[in-house]
């Protein structure tokens, strides 16, 4: 492969800025930020008795295109995402190893949207959906406390965007790279009187990577607020997202992989044109159309606050999968077409007491959160007399309904060198089938779902600049309704399936040297009893079953510093034992979790000039092998090292903001297998990411008087 830059005049630009110290660029300091996450309330992240990172609007817009949160998230030890090079099945996110196993989106991790869920009630949710050219920040909860979120184990990410301030202005964005990369952003914020107002539009495609995996997506982003009354806030947020026919590559075996990274699997059985590839014989593709609202309103009275969230939703997805005519003949099957569309909504009302009590403060806050869901779902055969790629006859036709409720309660008292922290949330969640298909049976049916977790956390401050902590929960995780809707053997749903229960303990110390580094450091452990496993998976539909216990012990290290001269360092960094602590079936005690690496690692070296016009890194990525399968003997993903590097430059003249950047990944051309679909039953396991690929892009903004 070879590297090939465009002969774009923006490159000059890079070399070239205006001084202006008003507009100069300012690197985050390795101290102590606000966050709310992890404590409802805020409060320094260095003060929580748990492993917490935050994200800023610098690092996000770090020269990325702010298309997916693996640009950002790889700074984030114990976060892996994986970005699959699929965009009809999103980003495979994973937290201290919870959610590796997902075929598609975010399950085991919590997203939240400026304090509105963007994860389904059922625990299932898609990256795509978070606004990344406006966020202000991204803060994100490892570990124990992750449990006071709702149903999930792994962790929380929490995206927040920023609010309409100061005078109006408007702004225009451009990116465009390797393989047709294209992005174009609009946007407008400011201030009308009292009201703050963010407004952005967004179209990215690409031609892919990979053989079969073009792809356009068109985000929208409104945010309105206002204040209600003395001590009153509003928050009003809509935002939609639309993917039509987004290619679906599918996963390759190792030899094809070998041979070239980019190609698709071939169709050995296809007589009629004996080298295209599943994805191009089934026209594999999924497209997405997704809109929600939420409001968020606080009110405080003195030292408390009254807080209510409500938001709803619709989501409606047509998915062609890569299933043969004969593999649809058993009356059980529900055909090579998913079709479904989706109605969601929840409210979250909680009340913070802040009172004193012996010699410190005790802040509590008593909350209860309702979600539902409902799904018009029909299944139909991806093929007629014309050939596949197509909606054929009926073969599913049920509605969904899913329900549940959570009341949790979460207190805080500080008094001097101690904080301690304690919290219980109990979840009961319901699902019921309505099947409206009686050629394969009757399906109907429902299950119920109860579990509750509670979290204690005591933090000690040892100095000013060093605090240690201690932690431990229980954690509850039901099935997502992808992992109910199918059995091992084809339609009905899997009421077989019981929830995953763990028990999360971690330590960890927080410390800074001067002004200018901080580190932490966690140490972990969890054990998990009926972890949800993959039982089959197959042509981009999957079935799971129970396994025994596993157990994940790791450690995870961040450490972030300034130099004089402006130079700066960034170093996250984590070890990970995941194993199944029991057997199951055929697979033996010890078994390494497939999707998950052993170790993985981020640093970058970086400069900014002195008036923060220009800024240059050069970043290292590092991770471990990857093993595909429970049974540890498929191929695995190799480890990898990769370099990449970035050039910022910014200007202003006038009214006028102007920024230029320059990316280059994957600068030595490595071979990666960037994510691997696990379980595959074809051993179609690897998907491919980029070799040497660039970025090169540009934004103006003007702001009015």
Known sequence: MSLRLPPVPLVAGLLASVASPAFAQTIASPQAVVVVTGSRTEQESFDLPAAVSVVDAERIGAGQPRVNLSESLVTVPGIVVQNRQNYAQDLQVSSRGFGARSSFGVRGVRLVADGIPATMPDGQGQAA?????????????????????????????????????????VELATTAGSDGLRKTDVNAQGKAGAIGYVIDASRFETDGYRDHSAATRDQAYAKLTLPTGRDGKLTIVANSLEQDDTQDPLGVTWQTFERDPRAGEIDTTDAQTPQRTFAERYDTRKSIDHQQLGLNWQQRFGPHRLQLTVYGGNRRVIQYQSFSRAFQQPPTHSG???????????????WQDVRALGAGTLRTTFGVEYADSEDARQGFENFDSTGFGVKGRLRRDEDNRLTSIDPYIQAQWESGAWVLTGGLRHTRLKVGVSDRFAA????????????????????????????????AARGFETPTLNELFYSATGAGFNFGLTPSRSVHLEVGAKSMFGAHTRADIALFQARTRDELVVDASSGGRTSYRNAGRTLRQGVELSVASTFAGGWNTLVAANLLRAIYDDGFGAIPQGNRLPGVPRASMFSELGWTARDGQINAALEAQASSKIHPDDANTAVPAP?????????????QVGRWRLKEYLRVNNLLDRDIVGSVIVAESNRRYYEAAPGRNWMLGFSAQYQFQ
């Open 639 to 651: 480890g990898y090292g990769m370099l990449n590097a970035r050039l910022q430059a910014r200007q």
């Open 440 to 471: 394969n049976g009757d399906d109907s049916g429902g299950t119920s779902y109860n579990g509750t977790a509670p979290v204690l956390g005591v933090l000690r401050k040892i100095s000013p600049s060093l605090n240690v902590y201690a932690s």
């Open 336 to 350: 090579g077409v998913i079709d479904f569309d989706r109605d969601f909504r929840g409210v979250d009302v909680n």
């Open 129 to 169: 959906t978070f606004n990344l050219d406006m966020a202000e920040r991204i803060e994100v909860l490892r570990g124990p406390f992750s449990a006071l979120y709702g149903n999930h184990s792994g962790g929380v990410i929490q995206l927040f965007t920023r609010d309409g301030e100061g005078a109006p202005r």
